[in-house]
């Protein structure tokens, strides 16, 4: 171990530990792809000079902004900023939010330069204004650094990325939140029993998928984030969310049925992270990462948006960060018992629905819009109450004491854009469940089957009828739609009947199509049938010809507006 900034900065007798050079001196790649596999492989993983010469070259390759901090800029400036301050008594930027240097195996020289380039990176970019994942990212690159301005400068080139299409590190409370959110939709989708666990057990379910960033920048060992950082600089920020799920399907593997070692699951999982070398391999958590079967960047980076826009909605931005922590609380406890009232579900049931919608409306509260005892058994009511409600929950009780019902992403007066035939619309973000006799969710097909298609721009000319007696359509929805993630027009399905959500005519009301109907409920809503359908791909929710008892539909209403 011969580099130079093993010698400056890190604790040697620790470093020879964790990784030795025993890889490859040298990397003649030049295609992305075969850079993709050797960076998952570990190519340069055990070799220090040549994951500094693959570092140095991946980083200058990031596109910047045309004026960006270099490491002259570094030396200019970090004898002001740091004054006679001794660095180990230096204030870390407001912007980390008292986050804890990574140790990472450096030495006191190297723990006070972390601090040194934070406050001129503070400096030099007064625009950040939340990045906890920060001192991590420093603590790391000064292993491959020659000095603190090398490192300053390759940090820089990563704040300053200016490519639309890679994202790369939460610089503002705004992103970081929405982040979580996405983290929190992602899990629900892909994770779901691990998503159970967590609503079992935690009062505040955002509040644990908050810490998301937080496993990967600072709890995981040094040569576990090495290994992550390795792809995270080759393929962007989707590396870390699958990184961070696989590392909850761990968790979920080997604490489900067991107690937790604390009341704080979110305490428990950083327990897990730090000691995850007990569990698994970093190979295994890099192999399961990318066994997860996730949509395309385009797909994930719409969810972000619109999650960003839902806060923004609801004002949480970076300048009302108090604020905004306290919102959280109102995330799975926005049902409360006192002033929530259902003939059809309980409380728990409905905090149960509540952990499985997208987490930018698990921010507000539900909000009773249609109910059948209340309003009458007339499906045009029904109609009349939802209308100007996005989204929407159908909750179905048959006289058989059966309890089923659909998250549905779309108001209800896109159906009259059909002129007065029945139509589809709506999201994949829409689903189908049941309660009673048991609890079984039904999502998108693709979801489970991401096989089926492969992201595409469909023009509204592509739109044809579905085989069936229904028009069925893909209206192209305005860009500022609050739910633009999973419209089936991003999508080149075989056919229409994986995107028939729901529908709605003057005699009767269809959720899921193609093969059959999920539900569907005649014009009086007094009787309905359940089966399996394409879009779903679901079991029947209740007996599959039953007369209904009681409907409801709930909105989301925010907690401000009350």
């Known amino acids: 171990m011969d580099s130079p900034g093993y010698n400056c900065f890190v604790d040697r007798d620790k470093m020879d530990a964790s990784i030795q050079d025993l890889g490859p001196k040298e990397l003649n790649c030049t295609e992305l792809q075969e850079l993709k596999q050797l960076a998952r492989q570990g190519y340069w ?79 030099q970019f007064p625009d950040i204004s939340f990045c906890p994942a920060l001192p991590a ?53 892909y994770c779901q029993a691990a998503h159970k666990l967590m609503v079992a057990v935690s009062e505040d379910v955002l509040q644990v998928y908050s810490d998301w960033q937080r496993w990967l920048f600072g709890e995981l060992p040094l040569n576990y984030f090495a290994r992550v950082f390795d792809v995270f600089l080759v393929e962007g920020y989707k590396v870390l969310y699958r990184v961070a799920l696989a590392i909850l399907k761990f968790f979920h593997k080997v604490r489900a049925g067991q107690p937790l070692e604390s009341d704080n699951v979110k305490q428990d999982i950083r327990i897990f992270v730090k000691d995850i070398a007990k569990t698994v391999s970093p190979e295994k958590l890099l192999e399961k990462a990318f066994a997860i079967r996730l949509f395309s960047r385009k797909e994930i980076q719409l969810l972000q948006m619109a999650n960003e826009k839902a806060l923004k909605q609801k004002g949480i931005t970076v300048k009302q960060k108090s604020v905004s922590l306290s919102k959280r609380q109102f ?34 509260q539900p909000l009773l819009l249609f109910s059948s005892l209340q309003h009458g058994y007339s499906l045009t009511r029904f109609y009349f109450q939802c209308e100007g409600h996005e989204p929407t929950l159908l909750l179905i009780k048959t006289t058989q004491k059966e309890v089923c019902g659909a998250y549905l992403s779309t108001d209800w007066s896109e159906r009259n854009k059909f002129g007065g035939k029945l139509g589809f619309f709506g999201t994949g973000e829409c689903f189908v469940f049941r309660l009673q006799p048991e609890v079984q969710r039904y999502e998108w097909v693709v979801i489970k089957h991401p096989e089926l298609t492969r992201p595409t721009s469909l023009k509204s000319s592509e739109a044809a009828a579905a085989p069936s007696f229904l028009s069925h359509s893909v209206s192209s929805e305005p860009a500022d739609r609050l739910s633009p993630f999973l419209a089936a027009r991003h999508f080149n399905l075989p056919s229409k009947t994986e995107s028939m959500f729901m529908a709605g005519g003057n005699d009767c009301l269809i959720i899921g199509g193609g093969g059959g109907q999920a539900l569907y409920i005649d014009g009086d809503l007094n009787r309905g049938r359940t089966g399996h359908c394409d879009t779903f791909n679901n079991q029947p929710l209740c007996s599959e010809n039953f007369l209904i008892s009681a409907v409801e539909a709930w909105g989301f209403q925010d907690p401000d507006t009350q």
């Open 45 to 123: 993983a055990q070799s220090h000079a040549l994951r500094g010469k693959v570092y140095q070259r991946l980083i200058r390759d990031i596109p910047c902004r045309t004026v960006t901090p270099d490491a002259s800029v570094y030396s200019d400036i970090v004898g002001k900023i740091v004054g006679k301050h001794s660095s180990s008594s230096l204030p870390l930027p407001e912007f980390v939010d008292n986050t804890q240097v990574p140790t990472y195996c450096l030495n006191t020289r190297g723990e006070g330069a972390v601090r040194k380039i934070l406050l001129c990176i503070a400096n």
């Open 137 to 189: 990212v420093v603590a790391l690159l000064l292993h491959y650094s020659i000095d603190e301005a090398e490192c300053f400068e390759k940090t820089c080139r990563i704040l300053a990325c200016n490519d639309p299409s890679k994202k790369l590190i939460d610089q503002s409370f705004l992103a970081f939140e929405s982040s979580c959110m996405t983290f929190g939709d992602l899990v629900n989708k």
């Open 331 to 364: 995330v799975h406890l926005a049902v409360h018992a006192e002033n929530f009232r259902s003939e059809i579900v309980s409380v728990k049931e409905m905090r149960d629905i509540w952990s499985w919608i997208p987490e930018r409306f698990a921010l507000c």
